[in-house]
């Protein structure tokens, strides 16, 4: 098992001169039912902050409000309109599903629209519920370039591994059965890939609050968006994740989800800076 | 009668490094009426800001927008809808009931459901017109470790104790006769316990604005769901609210509850740290 | 007519240490249509960051979504629902009225509403549209002691004096017929009172854009609300409007209003210590 | 082709001390569909932000919360009443039409009624989906001193030169047949008017996110509401949107079009006071 160090954060790299929008990525994010609103904000948030091109939020119609009083920068769909969010998740570089989405048959609903409409060449972060809903109702792996951000009660419904069997060799069985890379959100992060298993050595407690995973869903969507090793670019989302709650923490007994988010630009600009 | 001093923060403990959300408790807090949504969206506030794991604010629907516009780290339910109410409540570690509530005959149901649905382990901080109804309709104390909040007003309604009769020992009786821990907020705010009385020598004339009592109902949610002695977490969230407001002061003629709130992860830290 | 002056200020005092919410008034702010709702926000965010001690807004229920959003320590009503703002409008310490409550019949429907509730005792600011549908629908100046806040237009509206014609005499003699005071707005904003005209010598043009008098009559609101001469708490409020936006003005093209209400905390304290 | 430079920030003037807000033009913006508010709120925000007068913004009625929760500066008015618009678009100073504003048959009528109502003395800055609606349903161009800011795929629709065929010459002869200024957006954004071929030398990939046009479509309303001559006005908005983003692109990976619009106060004093 492979430490994550601060050199993953080499994968952000200064944008070239000539740049427009189109060149860094549409991500469409699926999530935010109508009590878990706040976690597709979250992860929205997290998406548009770390320098996605175009992002667009597919939730339920009764969190355009809020979502818009905050985040201007994003477009909004309602997700059970299945027309507009089947040519969304088509049209995509980068689909993230599953924070607050819930898991009734109104999510599945929508979990089926968006899995019906990926392909191979896209990237497809799968989080929380959509988890959850994929084990309890045998839904199928869509195409696509696929990322399980599970915590560990997700992974043991999605691997049928128990929390206490939870070791690197059976993990790793289980991501080669399941050809998909694997974030599996604990105290220490472990990234499980074909090739590689990592382990993130930082963090914090600080971070133990509700929405820190729907925020690093929102990243690694950011992040494979611009960054062209969806593999490198999700090692760099989760490490960046933690170091920016330990600098926080420094002063924070608790950090706050959307800090993180809107700590990413001057974060992320000092990781090219340090690099001369 | 025993006075408070900085001593009590003590129970801000350092998180272990192996933490995670469910170590933090799971909050629920009820209230905020179509009128007084503001005051749910503050007590919320406080909470989130305290470091609880998981907060879920259930309100009244209209609500959901401005609570998710500013505060997207809480879950929402409708609290009329009594099927996840009941769910919700018997799930917690800490509910807070009372905060912008209301007294009318939907608040009462509202407030039946939550009562309804507490048990003996849990602590259930009980505020602003959630103690009026109680006193109005004769609503039995509910299943739990209760901890009342009243302004003297509202503590004459739940004691029969007139505010100008108010005195030390005739507070000591009806907290005995409640079985509760009583924050009876004023000037030189009084706590009572089956234990001890305390007095807090802290407090700032700039505190005196509406909405101060809602961000201490959620400090106080915020602080029992993490620091397991329940008396000692709710002195040092009476302590807290009340030391953050005197700094403030310092450079402000008046503080507004939501700065309280953002300024409790610092303070919280700070406290950590000033103990070496 | 005489200069003010900073000595105004001295009107804002240091708050007793045994202070309570109930010391600081209760204002209730009418204003608001579908259209114009960031008027009444912005006039009941200056009223709240002023100090007061419980403000109640009541407005269109489309604006308590991003009212509340914004600023939670207020309370909102419906202002069509006629029970709920009578009574409000009975029970406050001061009402501001008119800022963005526009000028059609159910516009009138609520200012009869308003007028119909206040009584000698009270504190009224009439604003912007109110003062135009008063002189537009011959409406009798209501019980209270009435503040208008008019710009020129309104002012020629309600005074039936042109604007090229408003002197000071000429307004001295209408204020001595309305039994009321008058801040007259303007680059050099006067006021008229039955003892005394004043003129502000400061300003900046950085203020002239749209919003700068919504907040003017939330501040003439709060600082009433506190400060017991309600002549002398109106010409302090118009001094630390325009003090506060010369001072922003220093580093900004132009001040936005809500920046201005912003600033009243530290403002209103900083006017404390000057006096040592 | 001329080299923009800062000397074209000359045109932002010192405000004469008597002013008031009639002296600094009505904006009337005209946008955000219920997919795209957050385009329209951004505009709006940039055209408050840089000093106009009165702002308004006409738009679908699911954005008003939205808008007023983080813009209480500006007027909402819903885009499909008909008589309302046709009223604000002729009293309107300026007009800015576009930003998020979609293109199915509503807004065609909302367009529509938009160009019936412009006049020759009003500026009118067509942006974004308005400009793909006028060549794809073959609208004329309406009255007004018009401005286009489009993208180079909007260029192409509007011009007919394809994106590998739009050179200086190319443009320049369709922007005389056009008879408006055109600001063709790209890395190096060129502005062709009657007399005239600018480009800008500055900007950077920071800017590459989604929302930079729809701020700089408001950036352009509001200097042009302000600045006496129309073409320098936009001239200098074009600079100045690049300068704010250089200057936060110091320390930021991305940056997010409202952190330019909450920039210009301080810029444009800044470049008031460099004049000395």
Do not use: C
């Not at 189109?22 to 997290?46: D, Q």
């Not at 109702?137 to 049928?160: C, D, V, Y």
Request: hydrophobic share 40%.
């Amino acid at each position: 098992m492979k430490r994550l160090d601060a050199t993953i954060l080499n994968i952000i790299k200064q944008r070239p001169e000539d740049s427009f929008k189109g060149n860094f990525g549409k991500v469409v994010l699926i999530g935010g039912n109508a009590n878990f609103g706040g976690a597709i904000i979250m992860a929205a948030t997290a998406t548009v902050y770390s320098g996605a091109g175009l992002v667009t939020t597919a939730t339920d119609t009764s969190n355009s409000f809020s979502l818009h009083a905050q985040l201007p920068e994003t477009m909004f769909v309602n997700y059970y309109d299945k027309v507009q969010l089947s040519h969304l998740v088509s049209e995509a570089t980068v689909v993230v599903v599953g924070p607050g989405l819930g898991d009734d048959f109104h999510s599945q609903e929508v979990l089926a629209t968006v899995f019906a409409n990926t392909s191979a060449n896209q990237t497809v972060v799968i989080d929380g519920s959509a988890i959850t809903m994929m084990t309890a109702k045998q839904i199928a792996q869509p195409a696509g370039n696929i990322i399980f951000t599970p915590h560990q009660m997700e992974w043991q419904r999605l691997s049928g591994i128990k929390i206490a069997d939870q070791n690197v060799a059976a993990n790793q069985a289980v991501q080669a059965q399941l050809n998909a890379t694997v974030v599996l959100k604990k105290h220490h992060t472990e990234i499980y890939t074909a090739d590689e298993t990592y382990q993130l050595p930082i963090g914090t407690p600080a971070q133990a609050t509700g929405g820190m995973g729907d925020t690093l869903a929102g990243m690694i969507g950011g992040f494979t968006a611009q960054f062209s090793d969806s593999i490198q670019a999700t090692l760099a989302a989760v490490y960046a994740h933690s170091a920016i709650a330990e600098k926080l923490a420094e002063t924070q007994y608790v950090v706050l989800p959307h800090q993180i988010s809107q700590s990413l630009p001057k974060f992320m600009k000092q990781s090219v800076n340090n690099r001369g």
